[in-house]
C-alpha cells in the first residue's frame, strides 16, 4: 500500500501563470524592450529560491556584459536570433538554443537580428527579478512600448545590491 502524506505543509506550492499574467517591466538602454517575472520568492513560496522569467530585446538592443559572482543563469532562446558572447567567445542564439553560465563568467546577449529576440531565464539563487524592478518601468500588454529611456545613476550600486559581480574595468562592448 501506498504511503500517504498526513500534513499538506509535506507539499510544495503549485502556481499557474497564463499569458499576460507575470509581473513586467520595461528595460531602460542599451536594452531596451521588456522583461517578465513568471516565478520568484515574492510570487510563490519556494524552498530553493529561483529566479524565472522571460526577457525581449528588440532589434539593436543588447545586455551589456556582465557577470553574476553568485548565480549559476540559464537562458533559453525562444524566438528571433542574434548572438550570446560569453568570456569573449560568439555563440549564436536561435531559437531552441540553450546556455548555462556558471558564476563569475563574463556574458553579453545582443539582437543583431531584424526582429525581437526573447528568451527565458533561470537564475539560481534568485535576485535578477528585484534588479528589474529597480531599474525598470511598470508594464501592462496593452501600453505601447515607451521611448528608449536610460538607466538609473545608480545602476552599478542596484547591480552590487542584487546579483551581479563588480563590473570589469575592460568590459566588452557589442
Known amino acids: 500500500m501506498a504511503e500517504q502524506a498526513n500534513e499538506t505543509s509535506s507539499y510544495g506550492e503549485v502556481l499557474v501563470k497564463q499569458p499576460g ?8 538602454v542599451p536594452a531596451n524592450g521588456h522583461i517578465e517575472v513568471i516565478f520568484a ?9 529561483i529566479g524565472f522569467g522571460t526577457q525581449t530585446v528588440p532589434p539593436g538592443g543588447y545586455v551589456r556584459e556582465h557577470a553574476h559572482d553568485k548565480n549559476e543563469e540559464v537562458i533559453f532562446v525562444v524566438s528571433g536570433t542574434g ?6 567567445v560568439e555563440h549564436p542564439m536561435q531559437p531552441g538554443s540553450a546556455f548555462f553560465i ?5 556574458h553579453m546577449f545582443i539582437n543583431n537580428g531584424t526582429a525581437d529576440i526573447t528568451w527565458t531565464w533561470l537564475i539560481v539563487p534568485n535576485g535578477l527579478e528585484d534588479f528589474f524592478r529597480l ?3 511598470p508594464r501592462t500588454d496593452d501600453a505601447n512600448d515607451p521611448t528608449p529611456f536610460p538607466r538609473p545613476e ?3 550600486q542596484i547591480e552590487r545590491d542584487t546579483v ?3 563590473q570589469p574595468k575592460d568590459q566588452r562592448q557589442p
Open 164 to 166: 551581479f559581480a563588480e
Open 83 to 88: 548572438k550570446a558572447v560569453v568570456d569573449g
Open 102 to 106: 556558471g558564476k563569475n563568467r563574463r
Open 21 to 28: 499574467t507575470a509581473e513586467s517591466h520595461w528595460q531602460p
Open 135 to 137: 531599474i525598470g518601468r
Open 41 to 49: 520568492p515574492h510570487t510563490v513560496p519556494m524552498e530553493h529560491p
Open 154 to 156: 545608480n545602476v552599478l
